[in-house]
């Protein structure tokens, strides 16, 4: 055994000899040129302020700035770190004080989640604790160099990160989320890929909080915290990762104010001050060559060790080089000159840590240091970069810990009645707002277990976020009194706990059994709730491990996979390849829509590679400016109906075999045999070739009299069996009417010449073969198979039926028909006297919802992990049959101009497909670009007499920005 520990201590004798000097630039030769010519320059007084970084604050008065000024010129201090909070400020003063010092200034800063640590308005990346679940450690690199990209831009050269501490405690009150988590060997791969990335930018790595921080249960801020693990256990577990990220070439390490019996007898002399653990351990056993940095001196870890000056002065003998927030500094620096003079602090001591400041401050930069400029300041430090990363760290982090019986994704929308409960006292609004982008989810809250029971009992799933505040060190713990709510809600219903809180969050609760799904999702921020909310509904991947141990139950590096199925997801626009300031073009056209009374209101929706990333809302319902449009708002799609609300069952129904596009309507429809009609095909009807009339004005035969008012052989204003028919309010049509509109279809002449003409009246006929067929009213017919799936909760016809009229855009004041403003009643007069259900038109919807029917067609049909008819079925109705003779649409679908008509912007590919409607509606999508576009307006509003939009072609200009938004590759 003897011998073994003789090799052992050999083995990394060696190993620290051939340590290389982290410090040490490519142009060696000229950095050690620079220091030699600065120490030759240098006093005893100045080489001792080199030791000393002092605390700077921006948000503090003028007194504070003074006293700085009078460090660095009295005192010749070598370096600041600046703690809270204006990064503006702080590029002002950093550009002050280095103007007053002979020697530029090495500058700090405690950033572990990025500048945002210590400075408003800039990033904060997420915590370490959810980095640590990240599988993917090049996103790690990634995060590191972009935060040297902000540190570099703030006149920051050293930061005080990575935390490398293992947390095996998660009682640990100031570690927990700093830390990588409680596997070593993750720790380890997270710091060194930080490094590598903060580094690659000159921006100084800083390992802390040697020999390690992850198994105490008090925080050294407030008292000195003992690590009592014996020699053989630290060397396995906390210097591990300082063994290896110190072979990696980091440039620093911070030593922690700890008491270690192991490795210093004096158990009440911090680690900080102990000669055997800095000098001792990491200096001559490991072998670090890099730069030595106190943690803050102003800590109780330490400060009760001795006076200040004391403090200082053996933290330096200790082998420390930078004393980091010392205070006393004038009487420190009396004191060193004191032990200088007595040989107690030596010249070779004193020489060397001045040595390695000065080499640190060559290797970032500062031998040719010029002043930052203020300009750009705060862009440069906030840009879409950091953004879509955030995106993908945070993406990448939230963990599936549990998945019974596949209750995730959320799935079978339409029947699956969902439910949310909160726990925790913290803001939940993005979560629950994303969770309404899938389909309704109703919020429920009570006091008791028993008002829960009651509420939820018609709910099948409930979805329950625990919420916690922001911040490192936030209590993670659920009440007790919730967790009894939570068990009990999970023994009735199928359960999803999502935790926006440490992953310790979950020691509390004694039993999993009942809990279906379980979702780690690290923090309470908006990015998080948004992307959480997301993969509940399998929009995006779920890729996270758990960094750290929850009991026997769930083991580190635990995590279920879970892929995503095809749903909507919501970014932002350059995570597509769209440029947001050209997308932000559309918004000065809205402007000019509504300044011009083109449109009292609209919205906009813009979709990429699967993503929703502009989606936005502009004016109010109507031009007295009462109630403004939200993303919530419901339109009159108008003829949009006819590829939402007629088409998804005839493609349906031709794919199940009912017909095929050469079958004669007179064979699918009794009503046309031995008509002029009878041997029309489907293929030529749905391509708008068959010689048929554009519409049938039927309601103009059905009013009498100067004021046009509906006859009463035709209308009642009350229901009765005899008119059961809803035309608007008060207006009720005779039941056996529809018949007679069939009929006059089928009686309509045939126009004499074999052209391309639109027609709506195939699409009357279809929704009564459609429900004959399948023995259920259209309305039904799609809600089953279409949009209850889909989750496209608002797309229903007879809207009043399911929403309150606040949530309606109206449209017409009808002058000549109904006599009143329709607001929830079909625009389109055949379909308002089809009871309001037709192909033609007669659907409502929001922009989020005729997205989700757009990018199923998109996607060939499929979306959600279901799959509603199959890619065959799409490509058959998405094609033109008959382009040779001048027809430009496929069977239902609009499809790209072939000459100079503005169907479209003229400017996405012909595989398109989409469709207009009269009440100022639009909708397509390109398979080649995968953009889905979606305007609804109500154009028609007061009258439909005002065509501005259609004459300015607003909706293909606004198509056409769309396309110039794309980034060129």
Same mark, same amino acid.
């Given at each position: 055994?003897?011998?073994?520990?003789?090799? @052992?201590?050999?083995?990394?004798?060696?190993?620290?000899?051939?340590?290389?000097?982290?410090?040490?630039?490519?142009?060696?030769?000229?950095?050690?040129?620079?220091?030699?010519?600065?120490?030759?320059?240098?006093?005893?007084?100045?080489?001792?302020?080199?030791?000393?970084?002092?605390?700077?604050?921006?948000?503090?008065?003028?007194?504070?700035?003074?006293?700085?000024?009078?460090?660095?010129?009295?005192?010749?201090?070598?370096?600041?770190?600046?703690?809270?909070?204006?990064?503006?400020?702080?590029?002002?003063?950093?550009?002050?004080?280095?103007?007053?010092?002979?020697?530029?200034?090495?500058?700090?800063?405690?950033?572990?989640?990025?500048?945002?640590?210590?400075?408003?308005?800039?990033?904060?990346?997420?915590?370490?604790?959810?980095?640590?679940?990240?599988?993917?450690?090049?996103?790690?690199?990634?995060?590191?160099?972009?935060?040297?990209?902000?540190?570099?831009?703030?006149?920051?050269?050293?930061?005080?990160?990575?935390?490398?501490?293992?947390?095996?405690?998660?009682?640990?009150?100031?570690?927990?989320?700093?830390?990588?988590?409680?596997?070593?060997?993750?720790?380890?791969?997270?710091?060194?890929? @930080?490094?590598?990335?903060?580094?690659?930018?000159?921006?100084?790595?800083?390992?802390?909080?040697?020999?390690?921080?992850?198994?105490?249960?008090?925080?050294?801020?407030?008292?000195?915290?003992?690590?009592?693990?014996?020699?053989?256990?630290?060397?396995?577990?906390?210097?591990?990762?300082?063994?290896?990220?110190?072979?990696?070439?980091?440039?620093?390490?911070?030593?922690?104010?700890?008491?270690?019996?192991?490795?210093?007898?004096?158990?009440?002399?911090?680690?900080?001050?102990?000669?055997?653990?800095?000098?001792?351990?990491?200096?001559?056993?490991?072998?670090?060559?890099?730069?030595?940095?106190?943690?803050?001196?102003?800590?109780?870890?330490?400060?009760?060790?001795?006076?200040?000056?004391?403090?200082?002065?053996?933290?330096?003998?200790?082998?420390?080089?930078?004393?980091?927030?010392?205070?006393?500094?004038?009487?420190?620096?009396?004191? @060193?000159?004191?032990?200088?003079?007595?040989?107690?602090?030596?010249?070779?001591?004193?020489?060397?840590?001045?040595?390695?400041?000065?080499?640190?401050?060559?290797?970032?930069?500062?031998?040719?240091?010029?002043?930052?400029?203020?300009?750009?300041?705060?862009?440069?430090?906030?840009?879409?970069?950091?953004?879509?990363?955030?995106?993908?760290?945070?993406?990448?982090?939230?963990?599936?810990?549990?998945?019974?019986?596949?209750?995730?994704?959320?799935?079978?929308?339409?029947?699956?009645?969902?439910?949310?409960?909160?726990?925790?006292?913290?803001?939940?609004?993005?979560?629950?707002?994303?969770?309404?982008?899938?389909?309704?989810?109703?919020?429920?809250?009570?006091?008791?277990?028993?008002?829960?029971?009651?509420?939820?009992?018609?709910?099948?799933?409930?979805?329950?976020?625990?919420?916690?505040?922001?911040?490192?060190?936030?209590?993670?713990?659920?009440?007790?009194?919730?967790?009894?709510?939570?068990?009990?809600?999970?023994?009735?219903?199928?359960?999803?706990?999502?935790?926006?809180?440490?992953?310790?969050?979950?020691?509390?609760?004694?039993?999993?059994?009942?809990?279906?799904?379980?979702?780690?999702?690290?923090?309470?921020?908006?990015?998080?709730?948004?992307?959480?909310?997301?993969?509940?509904?399998?929009?995006?991947?779920?890729?996270?491990?758990?960094?750290?141990?929850?009991?026997?139950?769930?083991?580190?590096?635990?995590?279920?996979?879970?892929?995503?199925?095809?749903?909507?997801?919501?970014?932002?626009?350059?995570?597509?390849?769209?440029?947001?300031?050209?997308?932000?073009?559309?918004?000065?056209?809205?402007?000019?829509?509504?300044?011009?009374?083109?449109?009292?209101?609209?919205?906009?929706?813009?979709?990429?590679?699967?993503?929703?990333?502009?989606?936005?809302?502009?004016?109010?319902?109507?031009?007295?400016?009462?109630?403004?449009?939200?993303?919530?708002?419901?339109?009159?799609?108008?003829?949009?109906?006819?590829?939402?609300?007629?088409?998804?069952?005839?493609?349906?129904?031709?794919?199940?075999?009912?017909?095929?596009?050469?079958?004669?309507?007179?064979?699918?429809?009794?009503?046309?045999?031995?008509?002029?009609?009878?041997?029309?095909?489907?293929?030529?009807?749905?391509?708008?070739?068959?010689?048929?009339?554009?519409?049938?004005?039927?309601?103009?035969?059905?009013?009498?009299?100067?004021?046009?008012?509906?006859?009463?052989?035709?209308?009642?204003?009350?229901?009765?069996?005899?008119?059961?028919?809803?035309?608007?309010?008060?207006?009720?049509?005779?039941?056996?009417?529809?018949?007679?509109?069939?009929?006059?279809?089928?009686?309509?002449?045939?126009?004499?010449?074999?052209?391309?003409?639109?027609?709506?009246?195939?699409?009357?006929?279809?929704?009564?073969?459609?429900?004959?067929?399948?023995?259920?009213?259209?309305?039904?017919?799609?809600?089953?198979?279409?949009?209850?799936?889909?989750?496209?909760?608002?797309?229903?016809?007879?809207?009043?039926?399911?929403?309150?009229?606040?949530?309606?855009?109206?449209?017409?004041?009808?002058?000549?028909?109904?006599?009143?403003?329709?607001?929830?009643?079909?625009?389109?007069?055949?379909?308002?006297?089809?009871?309001?259900?037709?192909?033609?038109?007669?659907?409502?919807?929001?922009?989020?919802?005729?997205?989700?029917?757009?990018?199923?067609?998109?996607?060939?049909?499929?979306?959600?992990?279901?799959?509603?008819?199959?890619?065959?079925?799409?490509?058959?109705?998405?094609?033109?049959?008959?382009?040779?003779?001048?027809?430009?649409?496929?069977?239902?679908?609009?499809?790209?101009?072939?000459?100079?008509?503005?169907?479209?912007?003229?400017?996405?590919?012909?595989?398109?497909?989409?469709?207009?409607?009269?009440?100022?509606?639009?909708?397509?999508?390109?398979?080649?670009?995968?953009?889905?576009?979606?305007?609804?307006?109500?154009?028609?509003?007061?009258?439909?007499?005002?065509?501005?939009?259609?004459?300015?072609?607003?909706?293909?200009?606004?198509?056409?920005?769309?396309?110039?938004?794309?980034?060129?590759?």
């Amino acid at each position: 055994m003897k011998k073994i520990t003789v090799l @052992f201590a050999l083995l990394l004798s060696l190993q620290a000899l051939a340590q290389k000097d982290p410090l040490t630039t490519k142009d060696s030769i000229a950095q050690t040129r620079w220091v030699d010519s600065i120490m030759k320059t240098m006093d005893v007084d100045e080489k001792i302020g080199q030791l000393f970084m002092v605390a700077a604050y921006t948000n503090k008065d003028a007194e504070h700035e003074k006293f700085i000024k009078d460090l660095i010129t009295k005192h010749h201090i070598g370096a600041l770190i600046f703690f809270q909070d204006q990064a503006i400020k702080q590029v002002e003063l950093t550009n002050e004080y280095q103007s007053l010092s002979r020697i530029p200034l090495l500058i700090g800063i405690d950033g572990e989640w990025g500048l945002r640590m210590r400075l408003q308005n800039t990033v904060a990346f997420p915590y370490n604790m959810a980095l640590g679940a990240i599988r993917n450690d090049q996103l790690l690199y990634d995060m590191g160099k972009q935060m040297g990209k902000h540190m570099k831009r703030e006149g920051v050269h050293i930061n005080f990160a990575p935390v490398v501490d293992v947390n095996t405690n998660p009682l640990n009150p100031v570690i927990g989320n700093r830390s990588y988590g409680e596997d070593k060997n993750n720790v380890t791969r997270k710091a060194i890929a @930080f490094t590598r990335g903060i580094q690659s930018e000159n921006i100084m790595a800083c390992a802390k909080h040697f020999p390690g921080h992850g198994d105490t249960a008090q925080d050294s801020h407030k008292t000195l915290p003992s690590v009592g693990h014996d020699r053989s256990r630290l060397d396995s577990i906390e210097l591990y990762p300082y063994r290896k990220i110190i072979d990696q070439g980091i440039g620093s390490v911070m030593i922690g104010h700890l008491s270690v019996p192991a490795l210093e007898p004096n158990v009440n002399l911090p680690s900080s001050l102990s000669h055997n653990i800095v000098t001792g351990l990491l200096k001559e056993e490991m072998g670090f060559k890099g730069l030595i940095v106190t943690d803050a001196l102003n800590m109780k870890g330490s400060a009760d060790f001795a006076s200040s000056e004391e403090i200082n002065l053996q933290a330096i003998l200790a082998g420390n080089d930078l004393l980091d927030v010392p205070l006393n500094v004038a009487k420190s620096i009396q004191l @060193f000159k004191k032990a200088y003079s007595k040989g107690t602090l030596t010249e070779e001591r004193l020489n060397e840590s001045v040595r390695k400041i000065l080499k640190t401050k060559y290797w970032a930069g500062l031998h040719q240091y010029e002043p930052l400029k203020v300009e750009n300041l705060m862009s440069d430090l906030n840009t879409v970069e950091d953004d879509l990363l955030n995106r993908r760290l945070v993406e990448n982090s939230v963990t599936l810990v549990q998945n019974k019986n596949g209750v995730l994704p959320v799935e079978n929308l339409g029947k699956n009645k969902v439910a949310y409960v909160k726990l925790g006292k913290h803001n939940n609004s993005i979560f629950v707002k994303r969770l309404n982008d899938y389909t309704k989810v109703d919020v429920i809250s009570g006091s008791s277990i028993a008002e829960y029971s009651n509420k939820l009992k018609d709910y099948e799933t409930v979805i329950i976020s625990f919420h916690t505040s922001l911040g490192a060190y936030a209590n993670y713990k659920i009440d007790d009194d919730e967790l009894l709510i939570l068990q009990d809600i999970a023994k009735n219903h199928k359960v999803i706990l999502d935790v926006f809180a440490s992953p310790y969050s979950l020691l509390k609760i004694k039993s999993f059994e009942h809990i279906d799904g379980i979702i780690v999702s690290y923090q309470n921020t908006a990015l998080s709730q948004d992307l959480s909310a997301q993969m509940i509904f399998g929009a995006l991947d779920i890729k996270g491990v758990l960094p750290v141990n929850i009991k026997d139950d769930f083991k580190a590096g635990y995590g279920l996979q879970l892929a995503g199925t095809g749903r909507l997801g919501y970014s932002i626009p350059e995570d597509v390849g769209l440029d947001l300031k050209k997308l932000q073009r559309i918004d000065s056209v809205a402007d000019l829509v509504i300044d011009s009374a083109m449109a009292p209101g609209m919205q906009v929706l813009v979709a990429r590679h699967g993503k929703v990333v502009y989606r936005k809302s502009y004016g109010y319902y109507t031009y007295d400016q009462k109630k403004k449009v939200d993303n919530n708002s419901i339109y009159d799609l108008a003829s949009v109906t006819k590829i939402l609300g007629g088409l998804p069952m005839i493609i349906k129904a031709e794919e199940e075999g009912k017909f095929d596009l050469d079958s004669p309507l007179g064979l699918l429809m009794p009503v046309l045999k031995d008509s002029n009609k009878d041997t029309v095909t489907v293929r030529e009807a749905l391509s708008h070739y068959a010689k048929l009339k554009p519409y049938i004005p039927y309601y103009e035969t059905m009013v009498e009299g100067d004021e046009n008012e509906p006859m009463k052989e035709y209308f009642s204003s009350s229901a009765s069996s005899k008119f059961s028919i809803k035309v608007a309010d008060n207006l009720y049509l005779r039941t056996d009417y529809q018949d007679t509109i069939f009929k006059l279809i089928a009686e309509a002449p045939q126009r004499e010449v074999l052209e391309y003409k639109y027609s709506g009246l195939p699409f009357y006929l279809f929704k009564d073969y459609i429900e004959k067929t399948y023995r259920q009213p259209m309305d039904q017919l799609n809600y089953d198979n279409f949009y209850g799936p889909l989750g496209a909760t608002t797309l229903v016809y007879n809207p009043l039926n399911k929403f309150p009229k606040s949530d309606i855009v109206p449209t017409e004041k009808d002058e000549f028909f109904r006599h009143q403003l329709l607001h929830g009643t079909v625009h389109d007069e055949g379909a308002a006297m089809m009871g309001g259900v037709s192909g033609n038109a007669g659907l409502f919807g929001n922009s989020n919802d005729v997205a989700k029917m757009m990018q199923m067609y998109l996607q060939k049909g499929y979306y959600g992990g279901r799959s509603y008819f199959k890619p065959e079925s799409f490509d058959k109705f998405n094609k033109r049959y008959f382009e040779e003779n001048g027809v430009r649409r496929g069977l239902g679908f609009d499809k790209p101009q072939l000459d100079e008509s503005m169907a479209t912007c003229g400017c996405i590919s012909f595989k398109s497909f989409g469709h207009s409607g009269y009440t100022g509606t639009y909708t397509f999508a390109d398979p080649e670009t995968e953009i889905v576009y979606v305007f609804l307006s109500n154009r028609v509003y007061p009258t439909r007499e005002n065509n501005k939009l259609g004459d300015a072609d607003i909706r293909t200009v606004v198509q056409g920005l769309i396309q110039e938004a794309i980034v060129k590759q």
